[in-house]
């Protein structure tokens, strides 16, 4: 997946200022822009097949939206995808409203199909710990074992360490790692400043084995990075962060060394890190800070995790359960 910035539809100006406002004034990620253009373009797709037209988006009644809501539920979209679009359409007209090109939503109030609730996947203390033992396990492999072709970078399996820990360790979201530079690491407090979604920065701790994994990764560098440079750097000739797509496809790769599901996200990493310290002990508020959630709701999603966890021990061990 390439991970620039997706162009906005050419035939649509709204559509194009809305984007552009994503991108620059709200710091949206790469894949909320590139969602929200799909997204916008299929309805400027839809319209103009069925009212044989560019939508007149002050003119838009609910009707419509209704309309593309059932056209959407004919093509087998599953909720989620529905939400999505909606969000972005939703998102969409608060632009037009503080712009003055519609005076309200048509969107509002319209009832979507609700998705149903989906704990987190995460793995385990255990499972977490062979993950972070897993790149550098081709390093210590005997020469006779060793795949002939390119050889290992030994930069890039303790670059690669560093990175594992430092999502678990700080939590972060896959853009948040990549995007971090070396003067965003406070040394001697063990902090770190992670620019979060909407531009929004939070300073997060971070942990000795973390710092520990980064600087050993350094070691391995020919110089080591410094100022505003990426913490970890790709491969490339021309140095620069690596990529949110580099990090899954390698991930996926440590996943199967440590015998674990090689289809799980960066993202799953993130989701250990709030169950780990919600069943140690930590507050709500506290993980919710931690994590760079604007609304408490969507961290509470890791307390039913731990409460179903408690619920099959119980089950288990009770003798009148």
């Known amino acids: 997946m390439d991970a620039t910035a997706p162009k906005p539809p050419p035939q649509d100006p709204w559509t194009h200022k809305f984007l552009a406002h994503l991108a620059t004034d709200r710091g949206a990620s790469i894949y909320t822009q590139r969602n929200y253009q799909q997204a916008l373009t299929e309805f400027l797709r839809w319209h103009s097949d069925e009212r044989r037209a560019a939508p ?129 690491i406070d040394w001697s ?20 084995p973390a710092l520990k994994a980064i600087e050993n990764y350094w070691l391995t560098l020919e110089q080591r990075p410094t100022g505003e440079m990426p913490v970890f750097l790709s491969e490339k000739r021309k140095p620069g962060p690596v990529s949110a797509v580099m990090v899954a496809r390698r991930l996926k790769n440590y996943l199967a060394l440590a015998g674990l599901d090689p289809k799980l996200t960066p993202h799953k990493l993130r989701h250990s890190y709030a169950t780990h310290l919600l069943d140690a002990g930590a507050d709500l508020r506290s993980v919710q800070e931690l994590l760079g959630h604007a609304h408490l709701v969507t961290t509470q999603v890791y307390t039913h995790v731990s409460t179903e966890r408690l619920k099959k021990a119980y089950d288990a061990a009770h003798p009148r359960a």
């Open 189 to 208: 407090e063990q902090l770190v400043r992670v620019r979060g979604k909407g531009k929004k920065e939070r300073q997060v701790p971070i942990g000795e």
């Open 56 to 184: 007149a988006w002050e003119k838009l009644q609910r009707d419509d939206f209704r309309a593309y809501l059932r056209f959407l539920g004919r093509h087998n979209l599953g909720r989620a995808a529905i939400q999505l679009r909606f969000s972005a359409l939703r998102s969409f007209y608060k632009f037009l409203i503080r712009h003055g090109a519609a005076e309200t939503s048509p969107i509002k109030n319209i009832s979507l199909p609700k998705i149903g609730k989906r704990l987190p996947q995460f793995l385990t203390v255990q499972q977490m710990k062979d993950l972070l033992d897993a790149p550098l396990k081709p390093l210590t492999k005997p020469k006779k074992e060793k795949k002939a072709g390119r050889p290992i970078a030994v930069s890039a399996c303790f670059r690669d360490v560093a990175i594992l820990e430092t999502i678990y360790s700080c939590g972060l979201r896959i853009s948040e790692l990549c995007g971090l530079r070396v003067q965003d």
